[in-house]
């Protein structure tokens, strides 16, 4: 089955560094990538969606400057928090879909298993 | 986005079967119902998605109403394993989250 690779799992960072988080699907070509993060006993926030090749759109209210979104490539798509602060700490989690049926919804989504980020 | 309504929590005794329900009234003609789980710090998976008709899967089975504005999954024999969050998402072009039903297995 379709695997998406997260890396890190998780991470310590002080405050005003920037970290990266990277999201890689295995065994598919990722078309479209969403990145998430989730609060404690919270549900998945939509942060943004990227294409490969072109600019991720963002949610309303989602820094763009702050979080910034790389799909470069079909199979690698990266998250930067830049100058990182307590507040961002959080469960940063990618998905991946693959083609057209993506797209349009006619297709399960793969999730990396999530990237706890702790900023000190 | 059209939006789902789900119940907060619900609890089902292991080995019997778990009916998971799911409200989604303004659901679009383009939309399809998703459903995906997700156990504590790990990321959600997906368990089954269908348009119109029922759908089957070795994980379970989705029941969507005529009129499509409710849906059913449906865990044939519940597990401890299947205790987790399970989400029902409509889309179309993006996957938004709700907030979930937390299901708890009775041993």
């Known amino acids: 089955g379709a695997v998406v690779s997260q890396h890190p799992s998780w991470v310590i960072c002080k405050s005003g560094t920037s970290v990266k988080i990277e999201c890689r699907s295995l065994?598919?070509?990722?078309?479209?990538m969403f990145w998430y993060r989730q609060f404690p006993k919270q549900s998945l926030m939509l942060m943004a969606t990227?294409?490969?090749?072109?600019?991720?759109?963002?949610e309303q209210g989602v820094e763009k400057d702050k979080f910034l979104i790389n799909h470069a490539s079909l199979t690698l798509s990266t998250l930067t928090v830049t100058s990182a602060h307590p507040e961002d700490s959080s469960f940063y989690i990618c998905s991946a879909g693959t083609g057209a049926a993506a797209a349009l919804g006619n297709y399960g989504y793969t999730f990396g298993s999530g990237t706890r980020l702790t900023v000190v | 986005d059209a939006k789902t309504t789900q119940p907060n929590s619900m609890e089902s005794n292991e080995e019997e079967p778990v009916h998971l329900p799911c409200n989604h009234s303004?659901?679009?003609?383009?939309?399809?119902i998703h459903w995906y789980r997700q156990l504590p710090s790990q990321g959600p998976e997906y368990v089954i998605h269908g348009l119109t008709s029922n759908v089957n899967n070795r994980m379970a089975s989705l029941a969507i109403a005529e009129d499509r504005k409710s849906s059913t999954l449906i865990l044939h024999r519940a597990t401890l394993r299947d205790a987790a969050v399970y989400y029902c998402?409509?889309?179309?072009?993006?996957?938004?989250f709700g907030t979930g039903t937390r299901l708890t297995i009775i041993p």
């Open positions: 303004t659901i679009s003609g383009t939309d399809y």
């Open positions: 990227s294409n490969e090749g072109s600019k991720a759109t963002y």
């Open positions: 065994d598919f070509q990722a078309t479209t």
């Open positions: 998402i409509l889309t179309f072009e993006k996957l938004t």
